[in-house]
């Protein structure tokens, strides 16, 4: 609480004085008002003077409503009492009574807030004592009990002979003043203890003369002068180098007169002692509470700062430094695989030139199966998991080779800790691994012959039963012992048993499958897995191609050795479901083969030794056929149904073997198929077909057309255009009198590559016809692509069409399809009159088949050549 002298109250009093009634007496409390309204109220003072002396009551009750209208109560106090006489309107709403309640004796007293009471009564007894006017703030309680700050204004009333005779006042509600004025004083203070406390920022005040008014404690830090000594003091003469100080002097003056404020920047200013102190320093103009202008410097130190700068430019430098000397690969990644800096150690380690390497990511550069591993650890780092990984994988270099690395990467995290990138650090293992994959080699392999060694034969028989058993296919284990190794290896010694051994193994690897495996069990025992076999025969004959190869000599230590290996076979899962079982059942089957009289082979179930023993004999008479002249060709009319007349034969191949007799073709054609000796044969055909057209059209019988058979084997192994046309060249006929006869699965298979052979075959003026008709699965689409002259139904549909609708269906619709297509339609295998007059009702072009005539020798053929019509045969 303060109490303030009002002394212009004095002329106020005139008012009272000049013997103002009541209401004239409220009147010199109006400057009460004053605090706050400023030159209104003296304007409301002057208004009081005149309503004194005038004493108009309605100027009167004017003032006491302006006195509610700005919310301030008049009183009157009895003064011995200190009881309220009269209160104005706004007493009801300052503490919530009605203005009755005012007028009991000690309401003022017992309304004052108890901590108040006593100072502010005792402070009104005093200055009533003394006669004066005063002024006292203190808090009261309303009705609602809440305190309220009021400021009492009170002027004495006296009366001509200037004797005491009453008390008359002005209470003004002062609650929001009071707290904006607590709330100024408390943020002043907050403020002011944050400056004076701030560390790292020297604060000082400037008054207009530059003496300081604010020194806080990093000042007096810094700079080292107290706030005590820096007090007063001029900036110039305590912090302001003697080279700055007329320019400071003049940027303030500036600042002050002109408003140009002094920019923020790098100062280098002085100590107490002496010294130079860099400070980034801003600057502040403000005014005080009396108005004057004050400059504030905000000042921060700068070593700091540049030390932390110099630090940090070390350990950027050091670090420089290491990445680029590092014996290991470093890589800067960013979180989506873009490589943003390497090191030369990496670019050595992947092969690229850095500038290169920045434009690749992580996924370019992994091996593709290493990927998904990598990919999964990165996730697990970006999701929190982890903050890092490392594993082993491998990169594809620059030249397309991989190397193995091992890589660790860790997420690099900003201040904030959000994840920025990954520091890879990449180191070459390649030799590791390669020592490691030559160890395990060495594990697995026959240091001799390089080949897979017991262990691994075992596991790859496994995988090979396995994968048999899933495709229902057969699998085959070969037990070969070398004939005679003993005595070579004791007469010409272990190194010429040892080059054998080896030589061995190379003929072995050469004989079989990439995909199958050849291993030696140690001494000259090897071993052979042969998986996904369909048929038996491809074991003899894998077998017969091994004990072949073995007969041939052995070039060892300058001379020619021959040798020859007995071979025992179990197959899965004819001779045994597992491995076990299969190795013991091989491993039988080839001792029975050396009792046998070695260089043979001998499979574990009798049965099957039959069957390919006898597809061996076969397939080695056949391989002689040619030379020993045992081949021969018969032919088998083609005839027009319309006219019966003969439109050509077919040249069908018979075999006469000297060991085996007669072979029918149905026999020896798949295994001449088999074994690839179809190609030659084929070519044989295709020679003597052409030789015998030349023959007949020379010895009159006429151009007679011959239909020869392709195998799809000839079709697509041997240059089968060149064949053709070397064929017809060397006996010169006319092309269009030599047909090939191509089956309907031969078209399907590799259809664009068939159809660019056939377009050769057709271009050089044979016929094409399409075999075995009806047995395929031949679209029209692709039909009308292929350049055929005739489809040739096969003979299965002809030999019931005459009973069986459905037969007859069939054959029907490849009449009609030949007719639309354009196309002659041959039936084959018409023994009957029935299916001849069948085909005839159904329009259907020509026929071949015993109906006429069976393939015939030559001699036997030649009379129906040259026939009109061909009868029946009898
Ligand atoms: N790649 C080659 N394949 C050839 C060659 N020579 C023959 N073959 C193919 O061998 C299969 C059997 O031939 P084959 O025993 O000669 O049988 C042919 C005819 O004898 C037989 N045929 C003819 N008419 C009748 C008959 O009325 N009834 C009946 N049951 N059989 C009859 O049809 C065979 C002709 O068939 P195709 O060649 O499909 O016209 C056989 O698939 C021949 O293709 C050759 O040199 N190369």
């Not at 005040?205 to 830090?221: I, Q």
């Not at 509470?289 to 350990?315: F, I, N, P, Q």
């Not at 800790?417 to 070459?428: H, P, Y």
């Not at 070397?726 to 309907?744: F, K, Q, V």
Request: with cysteine.
């Amino acid at each position: 609480m303060r109490t303030r002298e009002c002394g212009w109250l004095a002329a106020l009093s005139l008012a009272s004085l000049s013997g103002c009634a009541l209401d004239a007496d409220w009147l010199v409390l109006l400057p009460g008002l004053s605090f706050g309204l400023g030159g209104l109220l003296l304007a409301v003072a002057g208004l009081a003077l005149l309503v004194a002396s005038r004493r108009q009551a309605g100027m009167i009750r004017r003032m006491r409503d302006f006195s509610d209208g700005v919310g301030v109560v008049l009183w009157k106090m009895d003064p011995a009492s200190g009881r309220y006489l009269q209160v104005s309107r706004r007493a009801e709403a300052l503490l919530g009574y009605p203005c009755e309640a005012w007028l009991a004796e000690d309401f003022w007293r017992e309304h004052l807030h108890p901590e108040d009471r006593e100072f502010a009564c005792n402070l009104r007894a005093t200055q009533l004592a003394l006669g004066l006017n005063h002024e006292i703030e203190y808090r009261m309680v309303d009705a609602g009990g809440h305190e309220v700050a009021v400021r009492d204004t009170a002027s004495v009333l006296r009366d001509q002979r200037g004797c005491i005779t009453g008390l008359a006042g002005v209470l003004i509600d002062v609650s929001a003043h009071r707290a904006l004025v607590q709330a100024l004083d408390e943020s002043e203070s907050r403020f002011r203890k944050v400056m004076e406390q701030i560390p790292n920022i020297a604060v000082q005040g400037y008054d207009s003369e530059r003496r300081v008014v604010f020194w806080n404690s990093a000042s007096e830090r810094v700079y080292g002068w107290s706030q005590q000594e820096a007090l007063g003091k001029r900036l110039e003469d305590l912090i302001i180098p003697d080279a700055m100080r007329e320019d400071v002097i003049e940027l303030h003056r500036r600042w002050l007169e002109y408003g140009e404020a002094i920019p923020a920047g790098e100062l280098a200013l002085r100590t107490k002692g002496g010294a130079t102190v860099p400070v980034f320093s801003c600057h502040v103009l403000t005014r005080n509470a009396h108005g004057t202008a004050e400059m504030y410097c905000l000042d921060v130190e700068m070593e700091d700062v540049k030390r932390t700068e110099a630090a940090w430019r070390e350990s950027e430098r050091r670090f420089q430094l290491m990445f680029a000397k590092a014996e290991v690969g470093l890589a800067l990644r960013t979180l989506d695989g873009r490589l943003t800096q390497v090191n030369p150690k990496i670019c050595s380690i992947l092969g690229y030139p850095e500038d290169q390497l920045l434009c690749l990511d992580l996924a370019a550069l992994t091996y593709p199966d290493d990927l998904p591993a990598e990919l999964e650890a990165i996730a697990a780092c970006l999701d929190g998991r982890q903050s890092s990984y490392s594993l082993e994988k491998r990169y594809v270099r620059h030249d397309g080779s991989t190397v193995w690395a091992q890589v660790t990467s860790s997420l690099i995290r900003d201040e904030s800790g959000g994840a920025t990138q990954f520091m890879t650090v990449v180191e070459d293992i390649s030799q590791r691994k390669d020592r490691e994959a030559q160890i395990a080699w060495l594990a697995h392999h026959d240091s001799l012959t390089d080949l897979p060694n017991r262990a691994l034969l075992r596991d790859r028989l496994e995988r090979s039963i396995a994968r048999a058993q899933r495709r229902e296919r057969r699998a085959a284990l070969l037990v070969l012992d070398l004939d005679r190794f003993k005595t070579i290896n004791d007469s010409l010694g272990h190194a010429v048993g040892d080059q054998l051994l080896q030589q061995v193994a190379l003929r072995l690897r050469n004989a079989v499958r990439e995909t199958d495996t050849v291993s030696r069990q140690g001494g000259d025992e090897f071993l052979i897995v042969l998986g996904e076999i369909s048929d038996l025969e491809d074991i003899a004959r894998i077998v017969q191609k091994i004990l072949e190869r073995m007969e041939l000599p052995f070039e060892l230590a300058g001379q020619s050795l021959s040798s020859s290996v007995s071979i025992g076979i179990s197959v899965f899962p004819d001779d045994g479901a597992d491995s076990d079982t299969l190795l013991k059942n091989a491993d039988s089957a080839m001792y029975c083969a050396k009792e046998g009289g070695r260089n043979t082979f001998r499979f574990y179930a009798e049965a099957m030794n039959e069957s390919a023993l006898e597809r061996l004999k076969m397939e080695s008479a056949l391989r002689l056929a040619i030379e020993r002249d045992e081949l021969t060709l018969h032919y088998q009319p083609q005839v027009e149904l319309a006219g019966r007349s003969l439109l050509g034969v077919e040249a069908l191949l018979r075999w006469n073997s000297a060991t085996l007799g007669s072979v029918p073709p149905g026999r020896f054609i798949p295994v001449a198929e088999d074994s690839g000796l179809i190609v030659a044969i084929g070519q044989w055909v295709l020679a003597q077909a052409c030789e015998q057209v030349r023959r007949w059209r020379k010895e009159g019988v006429g151009d007679i057309c011959i239909a020869v058979n392709l195998s799809a084997l000839q079709f697509r192994r041997s240059d089968i255009v060149a064949t053709v046309r070397d064929a017809i060249e060397g006996s010169a006929i006319p092309a269009h009198l030599i047909e090939l006869e191509l089956t309907e699965s031969l078209l399907m298979q590799n259809a664009e590559d068939v159809l660019r052979t056939m377009r050769e075959l057709k271009a050089l003026g044979v016929r094409l016809s399409i075999d075995d008709f009806g047995t395929g699965y031949s679209s029209l689409s692709y039909l009308k692509r292929f350049p055929v002259d005739r489809l040739k139904v096969d003979r299965s549909f002809v030999k019931d069409a005459a009973e069986n609708p459905d037969d007859a269906a069939i054959v029907r619709a490849i009449i009609q399809l030949g007719k639309s297509l354009k196309l002659d339609v041959i039936a084959e295998g018409a023994e009957t009159a029935a299916q001849i007059d069948f085909l005839t009702a159904e329009g259907c072009h020509s026929v071949q088949g015993y109906y006429f005539a069976r393939p015939q020798p030559e001699r036997e053929i030649r009379a129906l050549l040259t026939l009109a019509a061909i009868p029946p045969a009898t």
